[in-house]
Every structure is written in structure tokens, then in C-alpha cells.
């Protein structure tokens, strides 16, 4: 690993990031930070405060007296032990149906770990599918990659999403397969993929906080 000499740490912040090549957002949350926090740091707004400092380390192993003085090499593990992360998405091992989640940059946790499957690497997240009401489509234990959808006049009739809803409707969050409201244009109806779990949910767009298309699944037997 090469050693930087340099005495700005809005630098060797910004280099760190560059070397495990990730955007500043997923960077900031992996390391239980704030974006705005490494964007003011990066961008010599604000100096960096011990807790930046320490939640760096943790999370990246990152010498300390290279991230403060430049001094020896950047990461405390050899380059071949750290797992750089690059445009690889996020796999959060957590019922995110039960979380408040507006989007996923939202969650608290960090990510247990980053995923590089290239038809996937467009996608928001992964996490793990809990409970049976979408089986057999998708089974309890099984992991969904999900993409933000930004067009909701695009809905994909029939496909599964992540829908997220304001209090109006419960504040829900619910994987389910969506289909268009005959009666109401405003509405949508979601449905469960098990013949066990009767009944409709009709609920109304306006209260969508966010939708994640689900664009496809593997499974972790054992971690």
C-alpha cells in the first residue's frame, strides 16, 4: 500500500473514500456518519472531530496517524485484507418491513456487507425477505435486491415492490405485488403472493413515501 504524505486531512478523507471506491453516501452510513458530515469534512467546511475520526477506523481499519498526519501506511490491515466495497450494493440483515424506512440511506445500521453481482449493481439494497406472505414467490430466508423507483406513473402491473407508506395508510412497510385500482386511478391494490393470505389492500399513491421494485432474489443459507 502506498504511504501519502500530505497535512490536509480534507485529502486523505476524500483519498480514503476514492481507495475503497464509494460514493460519500455509502461511505458516510457504512461508518455510522452523517453524508453532510464527510462533505463538510472533504470539502474543508469543517474540521474532522474525534468521533469522525474514530467511526473511520472502525469501520475501515484506517491508520489513524495517517489519517491525521499522513504519517506511515493508510490502512491499519494489509491492502489484500481489506474489502473494498467499489459500486457494489448494500446487503442489510434486517426485517427492513418493520423498519422506518424512507429510503436506505435512512437506516442506522451499517451494511452487514457489500454484494458485486453486476445485473444487480443498479439496484438500492438487498435484505433479507421475513415472513410467508409472498411465498412461493419469494420464501422466508431468501434475499431481494430492490431499485428505487423515481416514476411512479411507471408502475410495473404484477411485480413486487417494497411500498412504504406515510401514517395515512398505516405507515406500512410491506413487500407485496402491486396491481392498478379499477375503481379509483388514485389508489393501487396490493396482494399477496400466498393463496393463504387472503385479501386485497387497496391504498392511495399519494401517501407512497417510497417504492422499491424487487428485481430478483438468491438466498444465504449460512453466514
Not at 12 to 38: G, T, W
Not at 129 to 140: E, F, H, N, Q, V
Request: hydrophobic share 35%; glycine share 6%.
Amino acid at each position: 500500500m502506498s504511504v501519502y504524505q500530505d497535512d490536509n486531512v480534507s485529502w486523505r478523507v476524500k483519498k480514503l473514500r476514492e481507495l475503497l471506491k464509494m460514493k460519500q453516501q455509502d461511505f458516510a452510513v457504512n461508518a455510522d456518519l452523517k453524508q453532510s458530515q464527510i462533505s463538510q469534512v472533504e470539502s474543508g467546511s469543517r474540521n474532522i472531530t474525534p468521533e469522525i475520526i474514530l467511526k473511520l477506523r472502525k469501520a475501515y481499519k484506517v491508520n489513524i496517524d495517517w489519517l491525521e498526519e499522513g504519517i506511515g501506511e493508510i490502512f491499519e490491515l494489509k491492502s489484500d485484507e481489506i474489502q473494498l466495497s467499489g459500486d457494489h450494493v448494500p446487503f442489510f440483515d434486517m426485517d427492513v418491513t418493520g423498519s422506518i424506512v424512507e429510503s436506505f440511506s435512512d437506516i442506522q445500521e451499517s451494511p452487514t456487507f457489500y454484494i458485486d453481482f453486476k445485473p444487480f449493481n443498479d439496484c438500492t439494497a438487498y435484505f433479507r425477505i421475513y415472513g410467508d406472505s409472498m411465498y412461493p414467490k419469494y420464501a422466508g430466508g431468501e434475499i431481494v435486491a430492490v431499485k428505487e423507483v423515481q416514476n411512479r406513473n411507471t408502475i410495473l402491473w404484477g411485480e413486487a415492490y417494497l411500498i412504504v407508506t406515510d401514517a395515512s395508510e398505516n405507515n406500512l412497510r410491506t413487500v407485496k405485488t402491486v396491481h392498478p385500482c379499477e375503481s379509483d386511478e388514485g389508489c393501487i391494490v396490493l396482494r399477496a403472493s400466498n393463496p393463504n393470505f387472503r385479501g386485497d389492500t387497496i391504498i392511495r399513491k399519494e401517501s407512497i413515501i417510497s417504492m422499491f421494485i424487487i428485481k430478483g432474489k438468491t438466498r444465504i443459507d449460512h453466514l
